[in-house]
């Protein structure tokens, strides 16, 4: 007994006449980006112009004459630089002060981490209002500003922030 095939099945006929009307409209479409526009036709104010149409009206560019007919003064010398330096403060000391705590007790804490860490670490105690007493830890003193940012480079990969102080030196 022969199986039917629930699905109906196409006839090639009409395969060949839907690839001859796809290809010709294939066709139809290529021959129109062909074709040139016809010059009694003015394109629609909204149209963009083509590349081709924007390259036959000459640039005009009017900075060539304005840099020929302008005169700017050049000095042979060097002059230094006219913006004044920062002023190196001398006979001062940098400090950095990295907590500061109303417990003793955690404030020695702080500075028992910060030895580890072989920074020259004190607690300074600070009379605040009302009579209360902070204790400062504070590390330092530096000599010059390239061991400041060393060390504020150093406590900050240790999650420290510090706060930048600045004393005159005794003597």
């Not at 909204?46 to 149409?53: D, I, S, Y």
């Not at 950095?96 to 417990?103: D, G, I, K, W």
């Amino acid at each position: 007994m022969a199986k039917q095939s629930s699905s109906s099945k196409v006839p090639g006929w009409v395969w060949l006449f839907t690839g001859v009307i796809l290809g010709a409209f294939i066709m139809f479409l290529m021959r129109l980006s062909d074709l040139q526009p016809t010059p009694g036709i003015r394109p629609s104010p909204t149209a963009k112009a083509t590349p081709a149409e924007e390259t036959k009206t000459p640039a005009k560019y009017d900075f060539y004459k304005i840099l020929r007919d302008t005169e700017v003064p050049v000095t042979t010398s060097r002059t230094p630089n006219t913006t004044a330096p920062k002023k190196v403060e001398e006979n001062v000391d940098y400090l950095l002060q990295v907590a500061s705590f109303r417990s003793a007790t955690e404030a020695e804490q702080v500075r028992a981490e910060l030895t580890l860490l072989n920074f020259n670490a004190r607690i300074e105690q600070s009379p605040a209002k009302e009579g209360q007493i902070w204790h400062r830890v504070i590390v330092g003193p530096f000599a010059n500003r390239s061991q400041l940012a060393k060390a504020r480079d150093t406590l900050l990969s240790n999650r420290y922030q510090a706060m930048l102080l600045t004393r005159k030196r005794n003597g």
